[in-house]
């Protein structure tokens, strides 16, 4: 949250008076190749936050399967991982892409 108010702090309006869609990142130029750096390092542990996302919710549907009744030894139940793992991840890939501005 201190990030946040410093950043407002140190750029109040002017993330939004360029055209984009108000992020801080988009203030800094491409060209200023330390912060280029530092945004791919952000968007790669973006990226690697996706299973910790992704164990709570296969654990959950794993347990709305065997709630509905089906046994472990069912092959259905054996796919139940990867199906809704490929599902998730559509899911989030989709929800990245498509949502332009958030707020």
């Not at 108010?5 to 984009?20: L, R, V």
């Not at 791919?40 to 709570?56: K, S």
Request: hydrophobic share 50%; charged share 10%.
């Amino acid at each position: 949250m201190i990030v946040a108010i410093m950043c407002a702090f140190a750029y109040g309006s002017e993330a939004n008076s360029n055209g984009t869609t108000g992020t801080i990142l988009d203030v800094i130029p491409l060209s200023n190749i330390f912060m280029s750096i530092l945004k791919l390092i952000l968007v790669i542990c973006i990226t690697l936050l996706y299973p910790v996302i992704n164990y709570p919710y296969i654990c959950s549907v794993e347990a709305l399967f065997v709630l509905s009744g089906y046994e472990k030894d069912n092959n259905l139940y054996k796919q139940v991982r990867k199906i809704f793992s490929i599902i998730g991840l559509v899911c989030i890939v989709l929800l990245d892409s498509l949502v332009n501005k958030v707020g």
